[in-house]
């Protein structure tokens, strides 16, 4: 390469409008309507290093298209909604974590809760707005209508993933994003006070083990008016807390059940662990023996992703790129790919030549520590090679 890649840090930050959230009627026949208002966030750019990147308006574009879907998700599951006027906020904020966060903060003169999202997460496709944004709007709503009261640490983070849709997708990253897979519940799950995942897993036994319709609405309606967390849950008929607990624990080991006793497990662990240690036969092989189970509609369609990222990258080390790009291509199609950089990686060596610098300039961008990657390195020399 020519010149060094500059980083581009990507910071996008949500608000929602803190006072500004009403619950629904617990005894009401439907979901309380749904305040309209135009627009469903109110999207604060205030410009940035980011705002230079050519792919900026497109991203900012993505949360604008999910605002509405995670307003009305927020509405339908949790029955808090925004009154006009108040809509969430979003606001980039370079020092925002990649999943984003929330804190209430005032905002033309009204305490609402601001959305916090990394410009850098969002461009470089660690944060998807599609998957990404609901969970954050309604950790947000949970907050505005609590007010000054401080709801326990896991209703807010658990019920924002569980009502945001987004329990499997973070279960997922805690599986496979790391250098190793992890399958067991010890390795996949915290302290329920600490470990937003462990806290969905107590939000999701919640639901399930509740006797009352709509449980997660009643039970945030009960608890944001004041009723002690032991109330609001015997309001929806769970009665012990030591219930609740074991039924946590049910979900915590149904969910790595689902990862340790998928098919294609066994096969992306020795391929990834091959893959470390430069076998790239041992990794061929072992995926191998699972091909089969990629295309069975009953496989982990997230093991699937990552074990077709190991195919890419094994037949790019081979050289055979069209078989590369066929499993990458096959990998990111339904939008389960958990490890982002890779993926990117893979994409970036993979593109026709004359694309190639602007590629990997655009990845180190996004993914500084990807120079270290041989593929990365091995292209940035040809580029770098006297013609």
């Not at 604060?44 to 410009?47: I, T, V």
């Not at 950089?341 to 990845?363: D, F, I, K, N, Q």
């Given at each position: ?13 949500a608000?929602?409008?803190a ?9 009401a ?14 999207i604060?750019?205030?410009?940035g ?19 509405r ?34 804190v209430?903060r ?46 326990p ?28 897979v ?26 399930r ?6 449980p997660?609405a ?23 807390r030591?219930?609740?607990d ?54 982990d ?64 961008a ?22």
């Open positions: 390469m020519t010149r060094p890649a500059s980083v581009v840090f990507l910071v996008v930050a608000a929602l409008a006072g500004c959230v009403s619950a629904a009627r617990i005894d026949p439907r979901v309380e309507p749904l305040v309209a208002a135009e627009p469903a966030v109110e604060r750019d205030r410009g290093p980011w705002s230079a990147d050519s792919r900026w308006k497109g991203r900012v574009a993505e949360v604008d298209a999910a605002a879907p995670a307003v009305d998700r927020l509405s339908s599951e949790t029955g808090l909604w925004f009154e006009r006027g108040r809509e969430p906020v979003v606001d980039f904020e370079e020092t925002a974590p990649a999943d984003g966060d929330v209430l005032f905002k033309d003169g009204l305490r609402r809760p601001v959305l916090r999202i990394s410009p850098r997460a969002l461009l470089s496709g660690e944060f998807r707005a599609e998957h990404d944004l609901a969970p954050l709007v309604v950790r947000g709503a949970v907050l505005a209508r609590a007010g000054e009261r401080d709801p640490g896991w209703v807010v983070s658990g019920i924002a993933i569980v009502a945001g849709g987004a329990f499997d997708r973070r279960l997922h990253r805690a599986a496979l994003g790391g250098t190793a992890k399958s067991s519940e010890a390795e996949l799950f915290g302290p329920v006070a600490t470990d937003p995942l462990a806290a969905a897993a107590r939000a999701k036994a919640l639901s083990t509740s006797r009352s319709a709509r997660i009643r039970f945030l309606a009960s608890l944001l008016d004041g009723r002690s967390e032991d109330a609001a849950l015997a309001d929806i008929g769970i009665t012990r030591e219930f609740l074991a039924a946590a624990g049910t979900e915590r080991d149904r969910a790595a059940r689902t990862i340790s006793s998928d098919p294609v497990l066994p096969a992306l662990v020795a391929a990834r662990d091959a893959l470390a240690r430069g076998e790239t036969g041992s990794a061929d092989a072992a995926l191998a023996r699972a091909a089969e189970s990629f295309d069975d509609p009953s496989a369609p997230w093991l699937v992703a990552d074990a077709r990222l190991c195919l890419a990258r094994v037949a790019l080390l081979r050289g055979e790129t069209k078989a590369a790009q066929a499993a990458l291509s096959a990998a990111v199609a339904n939008g389960r790919v958990v490890r982002v950089r890779e993926a990117r990686v893979l994409g970036a060596c993979l593109v026709p030549e004359a694309e190639r610098a602007s590629a990997l300039r655009t990845l180190l996004d993914f500084p520590d990807a120079a270290s990657d041989p593929f990365v390195r091995e292209r940035a020399a040809e580029i770098a090679r006297p013609r």
